[in-house]
């Protein structure tokens, strides 16, 4: 399998370092693209050193949570296979998404590779899988949730469920990533399942 994972520069930096880590158990092969704001949030919210370069933060994101099959692209790599319909790719998924990657996908835009792996996956009818952060919720953040759904992306909002029992943030953390890797299709033990 094949999985094409933008990380944007939302809140729920964890969230993008155990979906590395989910994705690397299943033994998939990973092409990460992290915008430099999203640089920024790793290095606070995963290092908690806001002196990290973003450059460095991803890179050593990428290295500690991801796996020999995970390969890092630039922002402004328009020759790597996700820019483009004809590489084969089975899912694409932007965790976090922020609210100006979900917009600018839902106007159709293209301002980097995230934007344009997510304009690969919707015109080639791919699974798509937005995981949005952010709370209240504007008229327009719901209008473009709509919008890329209709297009036909799943909408998979960063909201942890508690009838698992979760005692710590981590296992907040692996629900949401676990519901990731549902929508993937690849098999977990993140989580229990309801009913078990």
Same mark, same amino acid.
């Given at each position: 399998? $094949?999985?094409?994972?933008?990380?944007?520069?939302?809140?729920?930096?964890?969230?993008?370092?155990?979906? *590395?880590?989910?994705?690397?158990?299943?033994?998939?092969?990973?092409?990460?693209?992290?915008?430099?704001?999203?640089?920024?949030?790793?290095?606070?919210?995963? #290092? $908690?050193? $806001?002196?990290?370069?973003?450059?460095?933060?991803?890179?050593? *994101?990428? &290295?500690?949570?991801?796996?020999?099959?995970?390969?890092? #692209?630039?922002?402004?790599?328009?020759?790597?296979? #996700?820019?483009?319909?004809?590489?084969?790719?089975?899912? #694409?998924?932007?965790?976090?998404?922020?609210?100006?990657?979900?917009?600018?996908?839902?106007?159709?835009?293209?301002?980097?590779?995230?934007?344009?792996?997510?304009?690969?996956?919707?015109?080639?009818?791919?699974?798509?899988?937005?995981? /949005?952060?952010?709370? /209240?919720?504007?008229?327009?953040?719901?209008?473009?949730?709509? $919008?890329?759904?209709?297009?036909?992306?799943?909408?998979?909002?960063?909201? /942890?469920?508690?009838?698992?029992?979760?005692?710590?943030?981590?296992?907040?953390?692996?629900?949401?990533?676990? &519901?990731?890797?549902?929508?993937?299709?690849?098999?977990?033990?993140?989580?229990?399942?309801?009913?078990?």
């Amino acid at each position: 399998m $094949r999985v094409f994972v933008g990380i944007t520069g939302a809140s729920g930096a964890p969230y993008a370092a155990r979906l *590395l880590e989910g994705l690397r158990d299943a033994g998939v092969e990973v092409g990460v693209c992290a915008s430099e704001s999203a640089g920024e949030v790793i290095a606070y919210e995963v #290092y $908690r050193d $806001r002196s990290m370069r973003p450059s460095q933060a991803i890179e050593r *994101l990428v &290295r500690e949570h991801g796996g020999k099959q995970t390969t890092l #692209y630039s922002e402004r790599d328009w020759f790597s296979p #996700y820019a483009s319909g004809s590489a084969l790719v089975d899912a #694409y998924v932007i965790c976090p998404c922020s609210m100006g990657t979900l917009g600018t996908i839902a106007a159709g835009s293209m301002t980097n590779l995230i934007h344009r792996a997510a304009s690969v996956a919707l015109k080639e009818g791919r699974r798509l899988i937005l995981v /949005p952060r952010e709370t /209240p919720l504007s008229t327009i953040h719901l209008e473009n949730m709509l $919008r890329v759904r209709q297009a036909g992306a799943v909408v998979l909002f960063a909201a /942890p469920g508690f009838y698992h029992g979760a005692e710590t943030v981590d296992e907040l953390v692996a629900f949401v990533v676990g &519901r990731c890797l549902d929508q993937l299709g690849i098999e977990h033990a993140l989580t229990k399942r309801w009913g078990e």
